[in-house]
């Protein structure tokens, strides 16, 4: 019992355990990671959807408008308009209904017409000149991304006014043409030159040769497709997209009393939504099931609606005339699954022909470019004009994308088209792009799998609402209204925001070890503190959306 | 989007706890939740380790640590030292686990709410013994394989909850960690409410002892909730009940395929746990 | 019942009452056990009647008892309780946990045979079974003492941070009235400052007690009780001193009666001493040298002023009112182990004499120390009485 | 020295009997030490009091061998017990009966008086409490002399009926002192 004598016991603390290094029972630590979400991974213009919902939701609306031109300046005109692989990608489809992501663009894209945003001027300007070649959406997206950059650009077009396809054959119950006007103005506010009413052609090529560093052909498909049944000359035969013009001209072609509308795609229905308001009787003949029409399901639903009859899954073997009207032999088919992509081959179920009577037939069946003028000048194949991945046609310095050089017959898919072969162009011009932060290669989409369902309530889908059916046949006003405030804002709410994180704190709530802070200095907002983080994983788990990772240590 | 809690920071970092634990979690959130004028008895238990080797402490606040069976005497002492010195504002917490709660120190604890101490007292049910390697406390539940229960449990689990509120304490709640914010919440309304004994039973689930990854602490908990089998709720004087998050459709089924210590259960033996559970759920939704 | 106003006619539990009220500790854990439960219920009479101002606790069982005793302790305040028997016995672990936390608690024990079978009666094993829980043990005679032990130990266990058990027996103290002066409050004012311990639990200190420790950690905490534990000695020596000089009675840590020129000297604690005493005087009459020796403070144990007090004397006897099976006589252990490898060591009588309360009287005890003088004494215990 | 044992049954006051004697001799300023059984005392069982006075202190903690008086509440206690095991020629055995005392001469060699303190009682409406009685006969027969002292105390420490209880005490005292038990 000797030493020295501690008149206070040894043992009360006198410290905190945060001087210990327990990071070191690690093997793995979580990463705070911004991930690509199954809806940009199918975006035509590469939109990352989560990231301009989350702005929505925290109502910064202008920003969300600024996300989403960064890669679509006509978001009115494609809220409208697109074919939304988006949503039928969505991780929320199977979970409780996709979100309206098309409806909430739409909802940004008029909002920033109603307020008037307007681009910003580009910050550089360049001597290179491109030409553009028509000023439907995959040209105007060309233009746009060009003359941001600060390119000198000018967009030739046949028709009167820009828009192509969205002026000239979207109907106005689909896409008043008051929006395309909007967005396209703010398109050539930028300072782009603008020759309208001009059809170039190849002849046309030398000439710009001489004025312009490169040329981009975007002047679509506008040689309607035929059908060997029905006779060329017959005037009670029409073409859908030429009716459609008519229409938007405000000059509708005469119709009888009974219209037959042959195609299944959106232009098959926009035509039958048009005659419908014009006619007494309007059906549809489409070659493929109902499921599998390339028509969205919203418009069939649309013309179904309003009193169109649907015959799907049929063709037309014949055609009688009967001193009037057409008689149409048809039959019943089945699609041979056993073909390539893009071939269609229907199979006739025999027993199954019926007749079908009909005033006017209005084909709807696609549309080729018209390249005569071009061909030898750049490589036509199967009635496109061809062009590698970087949309470089055989002739250097010529660019083309959209219908004219693709069989994706989408205005979405025309709009990334024209911003891809933009920076291709900028590349091109021995300009340096600053093309966005896109993700790494290994980037891993979130699937459903990632996300925590716990955080996300099931919820009604919700969508646009639609005009009255008995108001909406008697007139081409639009059938869908815009979301309203509160339909977007619960709208927005209802994203996932897969892969991109929205400092809800959970990663740091969760974290038994209290390594995660929160940092603004920090690119993903959180800072996993090495010296704690024990690797257990729970805030990787506890993540809503699957807006972090792991990275495998060696020690 | 996100859990509204306001955190002091009180608990600390570089804790022995295990990757991803749930206690350790649960402590963040009630000392946390408490702040630093406060006092907390802990006994031998997981949370004993957690609170640091000596002459480190993770706690933040003053801790003793105290036996197995005394949590509810000892805090008691404490708090009748601080009313002795003047002292009506510091708030004294055991913080113990099931076995010191359910079991060996359910004397202390049951008496401690009959005096109606003046303290608070969190359980963090893990449902057995578990510092020890996992043995059998009487909150196992049925059929839970534990080392001294390898054929599991035969017994269903002692409802300490229930028999808390029979003492007519002023503050009886079921928490857990999945539920953080409720947690907090309900660490704060025990906090208000002065005066009585009140006490928390946390379910923090145990990833070596149910079997289950170090990321499923949270998830596990919820599944917990969400099957009915450990509804969130709290009572006050006894006789208030209010429901918090009760079951949601999800099945005895869901809850135990998740955990090591179920895999040996048959359809059958699930199906009798899933009626004990709907029995239990149908008996105390009487009751709000 | 007064004859004056600080001397009355008490139970020697209810002198340990008035002491208590004296302190007026800040908390004040109780529960019931015979024969202890007079000191609780005037404790609570005083509370009741405002005479005292601390908080009283009334747990469901000694072993919360001391638990909550401790903590309150850690937070820098005084505590007392007390128990007895199989109280103390179910506090054993809280002994020790209370000594490990060097809590200055101060706990009175009566004396009470250990069950079972089932007893009432005085008998030592109960407190002497503790002897190893790091507490400090007083054995008192009587009344009188054990009422100004108890606040002794107040001032010792507060300096050397260690709990202090002051002890007496069943029956014969604990419910035997006879007159008790009784401290002044001014006395033990002066003679207790305030406790106020730098290390204590305290959110404004932010200190914790009882984390994990390594072996080493261990180790030297334990050294620094035995450390401690040593300091007692002379700790408690100046502290009954400077009781003699406040209030006029003192008692030593242990006492030699009529030891002078003793041949024969027979060591005992606790109410045996008494009885011993009145033997002592009628030998002494009879013309036999023999002296008694009274332990008082059994831990720490005095092993020096043992082996100095018992150098050269040829024979010691000694009484123990407690059995170890096994071992026997746990007084005659400590002192044989205290006195091994003196050189003129006395040869020791180890008698087990009032065990389970059987009545000793001096006549008893007489007949014993005539037949210790004519025998070699045996290596075991002997049963007498 | 002077030693008494007092016995009754339980409820019938003898420990409280020992107490008031020993306060009325620490009151003179004797030394005292009184003690009771206890511990599995239940109403009817008999129960003890044993008393020690002396002008010096009392330093013996044992049971009294051999008392100078033994207060018997019931002559039933006299049965099989131990009560008169330590009893002596002198011992005085106070027996509260109404039989003379010639009839407990069989018990031993020692001085047995008889009083009726039953009666007495009864007298001063205390029903079948005897203690005061006892009291005042027990010191009757050693010829205590503060008489004064004696009831006060017994009124102090009466917890009802304290004239009757003074007033039985007064005639136990009186019939004992006179050598009329």
Redesign the interface.
């Known amino acids: 019992m000797t030493g020295t004598v501690k008149r206070v016991p040894s043992?009360?603390?006198?410290?905190?355990?945060?001087?210990?290094?327990?990071g070191t029972?690690?093997t793995a630590i979580a990463v705070h990671e911004h991930r690509p979400a199954p809806c940009y991974g199918v975006c035509p213009v590469d939109g990352d959807i989560p990231v301009w919902v989350q702005q929505i939701r925290n109502e910064k609306f202008k920003e969300a408008w600024q996300t989403l031109v960064e890669n679509n300046p006509i978001p009115a005109a494609i809220g409208r308009t697109c074919h939304r692989p988006c949503e039928g990608a969505c991780n929320r489809t199977e979970y409780d209904g996709a979100v309206s992501i098309n409806a909430l663009e739409q909802y940004v894209g008029d909002m920033a017409i109603r307020e008037g945003w307007e681009f910003p001027a580009p910050s550089d300007e360049l001597d290179q000149k491109v030409a553009v070649i028509g000023g439907g959406p995959a040209g105007l997206s060309c233009a746009y991304q060009l003359r941001r950059k600060g390119v000198q650009v000018t967009i030739f077009d046949a028709n009167p006014e820009l828009g192509g396809v969205l002026r000239y054959g979207v109907p106005e119950f689909r896409l008043p043409k008051k929006m395309v006007a909007a967005e396209t103005k703010r398109i050539v506010d930028l300072g782009i030159e603008v020759v309208t009413g001009r059809k170039l052609t190849g002849e046309d090529l030398g000439e710009l040769d001489q004025g312009y560093s490169a040329i981009f052909i975007a002047f679509g498909a506008h040689e309607p497709k035929r059908l060997p049944q029905f006779s060329k000359d017959d005037s009670r035969v029409l073409d859908g997209i030429t009716f459609l013009r008519s229409v938007r001209l405000d000059a509708p072609m005469e119709l009888g009393r009974k219209v037959l509308v042959v195609g299944g795609g959106s232009v098959a229905m926009d035509v039958a939504g048009s005659a419908l308001r014009l006619a007494r009787q309007v059906e549809i003949l489409a070659l493929e099931g109902r499921e599998v029409m390339p028509a969205p399901e919203d418009e069939i639903e649309d013309v179904i609606e309003e009193g169109a009859i649907l015959n799907d899954g049929a063709m037309v073997k014949a055609v009688e005339d009967l001193s009037g009207t057409l008689l149409l032999h048809c039959i019943k088919v089945e699609l041979d699954q056993d073909v390539p992509p893009g071939v269609i081959r229907p199979i006739e179920i025999a027993g199954t022909e019926f007749t079908l009577e009909a005033d006017t037939v209005i084909l709807a069946v696609g549309q080729d470019p018209e390249l005569v003028d071009w061909e030898g000048r750049v490589q036509v194949a199967r009635g496109m004009v061809e062009v590698d991945n970087d949309y470089r046609t055989s002739r250097v310095g010529i660019f083309a994308a959209g219908d004219v050089a693709s069989s994706e017959r989408f205005v979405a898919t025309a709009v990334g088209d024209g911003k891809r072969a933009a920076n291709s162009i900028v590349r091109y011009l021995g300009q340096k792009i600053v093309v966005e932060e896109g993700f790494a290669d290994e980037a891993k989409e979130v699937a459903i799998d990632d996300i925590?369902t716990?955080?996300f309530p099931t919820q009604e889908p919700g969508e646009r609402d639609k005009v009255a059916v008995e108001i909406r046949k008697f007139g081409f006003d639009e059938i869908r209204l815009g979301l309203t405030d509160a339909q977007a804002f619960d709208q927005s709410k209802r994203c996932f925001s897969c892969g991109s994180c929205?400092?809800?704190?959970?990663c740091s709530?969760?974290c038994?070890?209290?390594?995660i802070i929160k940092d603004s200095d920090a690119p993903l907002y959180y800072k996993v503190?090495e010296?704690?983080c024990?690797?257990?994983?729970?805030c990787?788990?506890?993540c809503?959306r699957g807006a972090m990772g792991v990275k495998e240590e060696t020690k | 989007?996100?859990?509204e809690?306001n955190e002091e920071?009180v608990?600390?970092?570089?804790?022995?706890?295990?990757?991803?634990?749930?206690e350790?979690?649960a402590i963040?959130f009630v000392l946390n939740t408490l702040g630093?004028?406060?006092?907390a008895?802990v006994p031998p238990s997981c949370i004993?380790?957690i609170?640091?080797?000596?002459?480190?402490?993770?706690?933040?606040?003053?801790?003793?640590?105290?036996?197995l069976?005394?949590s509810?005497?000892?805090?008691?002492?404490?708090k009748?030292?601080?009313?002795?010195?003047g002292n009506d504002h510091?708030n004294v917490v055991a913080i113990a686990g099931d076995g010191g709660t359910y079991d060996i120190g359910f004397?202390?604890l049951?008496?401690a709410a009959?005096?109606n101490e003046d303290i608070i007292y969190i359980c963090l049910d893990n449902e057995g013994y578990m510092n020890t390697g996992s043995q059998k406390s009487s909150a196992t539940p049925s059929m839970a394989f534990t080392t001294s229960t390898p054929a599991g449990k035969l017994s269903p689990k002692k409802n300490v909850p229930e028999i808390m509120v029979a003492h007519n304490i002023p503050y009886m709640a079921t928490a857990t960690i999945?539920y953080?914010d409720d947690l907090a919440r309900k660490v704060k309304r025990a906090m208000e409410i002065k005066g009585g004994l009140r006490f928390i039973n946390i379910l923090t689930p145990c990833l070596t002892g149910w079997g289950v990854?170090?990321?499923?602490?949270?998830?596990t908990s919820?599944l917990a909730v969400q099957s009915g089998i450990y509804p969130l709720y709290e009572v006050e004087n006894g006789e208030f009940y209010t429901l918090n998050y009760g079951p949601n459709g999800l099945s005895v089924a869901d809850y135990v395929t998740t955990q090591k210590r179920y895999r040996h259960l048959s359809l059958e033996n699930i199906e009798l746990i899933q009626a004990e559970v709907d029995h239990d759920w149908a008996r105390l939704q009487k009751k709000f | 019942m007064k004859a004056d106003s600080n001397r009355l006619l008490l139970s020697g539990n209810h002198a340990v009452s008035h002491a208590v009220k004296l302190v007026n500790p800040?908390?004040m854990?109780v529960y019931p056990i015979t024969p202890q439960t007079p000191i609780l219920e005037l404790i609570t009479e005083f509370h009741a009647a405002g005479e005292m101002?601390?908080?009283i606790?009334?747990?469901?069982?000694e072993?919360?008892?001391m638990?909550?005793?401790?903590?309150?302790?850690?937070?820098?305040?005084r505590?007392f309780t007390a128990t007895a028997s199989q109280g103390l016995l179910l506090m054993h672990?809280?002994l020790h946990?209370a000594a490990g936390?060097r809590a200055p608690i101060v706990m009175f024990n009566v004396n009470r045979t250990l069950g079972s079978p089932w007893g009432f009666w005085p008998d030592q094993t109960d407190s002497l079974a503790q002897r190893d829980t790091g507490w400090i043990q007083y054995y008192c005679e009587n009344g009188q003492e054990s009422h100004d032990t108890t606040l002794q130990a107040f001032r010792v266990a507060e300096q050397v941070l260690l709990p202090a058990m002051v002890i007496h027996e069943a029956f014969y103290v604990s419910h035997s009235m006879e007159a008790v002066e009784l401290a002044t409050q001014d006395q033990v004012d002066a003679y207790l400052p305030d406790f106020n311990p730098p290390h204590r639990?305290?959110?404004q200190?932010?200190?914790?007690?009882?984390?994990?420790?390594?072996q080493v950690?261990f180790q030297n905490h334990r050294r620094d009780m035995g450390d401690a534990m040593e300091r007692v000695l002379q700790v408690a020596k100046k502290a009954d001193q400077e009781m003699k000089e406040l209030v006029g009675r003192g008692y030593g840590i242990h006492e030699q009666y009529r030891c002078d020129g003793a041949e024969f000297i027979i060591a005992t604690m606790g109410s045996m001493t008494g009885t011993v005493r009145d033997a002592v005087d009628e030998l002494r009459a009879d013309g036999l040298p023999v002296g008694l020796f009274k332990i008082k403070l059994f831990r720490p144990f005095p092993i020096a002023d043992v082996r100095e007090i018992l150098a050269g004397i040829p024979k010691v006897m000694v009484l123990d009112r407690n059995f170890a099976p096994g071992t026997g006589g746990i007084l005659y252990q400590e002192l044989k182990a205290a006195l091994y490898g003196l050189e003129d060591a006395p040869e020791i009588h180890g008698y087990l004499a009032g065990v389970g309360g059987t009545n000793i009287t001096p006549a008893a005890i007489k007949e014993m120390v005539q037949s210790a003088m004519g025998e070699k004494p045996s290596a075991h215990s002997v049963w007498k009485g | 020295m002077l030693q008494f044992i007092i016995q009754g049954r339980g409820g019938q006051g003898a420990q409280l009997a020992g107490k008031l004697m020993a306060d009325m001799f620490f009151q003179e300023g004797k030394d005292v030490l009184v003690y009771a059984t206890y511990g599995g005392a239940r109403r009817g069982t008999p129960v003890s009091s044993s008393l020690r006075v002396d002008d010096k202190p009392i330093r013996m903690r044992c049971d009294i061998e051999h008392p100078d008086i033994i207060v018997c509440f019931d002559p039933s206690l006299l049965e099989g017990g131990t009560l008169l095991k330590g009893a002596t020629a002198q011992t005085i055995v106070l027996i509260n009966s109404s039989l003379p005392a010639e009839e407990f001469a069989h018990l031993g060699d020692f001085k047995v008086v008889t009083i009726d303190a039953k009666t007495i009682a009864k007298k001063h409406q205390l029903g079948r409490i005897v203690n005061t009685t006892l009291v005042g006969a027990a010191l009757g027969l050693i010829d205590y002399a503060n008489v004064d002292l004696m009831e006060k105390v017994v009124g102090e420490t009466s917890p009802v009926k304290v004239q009757n209880n003074v007033a039985a005490c007064m005639e136990g005292y009186q019939v004992a002192s006179e050598g009329s038990c």
């Open positions: 043992i009360w603390t006198t410290g905190s355990t945060d001087i210990l290094n327990t029972w690690r925590n716990f955080y929205i400092e809800c704190d959970n709530i969760f038994p070890d209290m390594a503190l010296q704690y024990k690797g257990c994983g729970c990787l788990e506890e809503p | 989007m996100g859990y809690i920071k608990f600390s970092s570089g804790h022995a706890a295990c990757p991803g634990c749930s350790a979690l963040r630093r004028d406060a006092i008895v004993a380790i609170s640091g080797p000596q002459p480190l402490s993770s706690m933040g606040i003053p801790v003793y640590q105290t036996t069976e005394a509810a005497a000892s805090a008691a002492g404490i009748r030292a601080l009313v002795s010195k510091t004397q202390a049951s008496a009959e005096r999945g953080p990854p170090d990321s499923a602490g949270p998830k919820r | 800040n908390v854990p101002t601390g908080e606790m009334t747990m469901e069982s072993h919360s008892a638990a909550a005793a401790i903590t309150a302790s850690l937070t820098g305040v505590v672990e809280m946990y936390a639990l305290d959110p200190i932010g200190e914790s007690w009882g984390n994990t420790v390594s950690m």
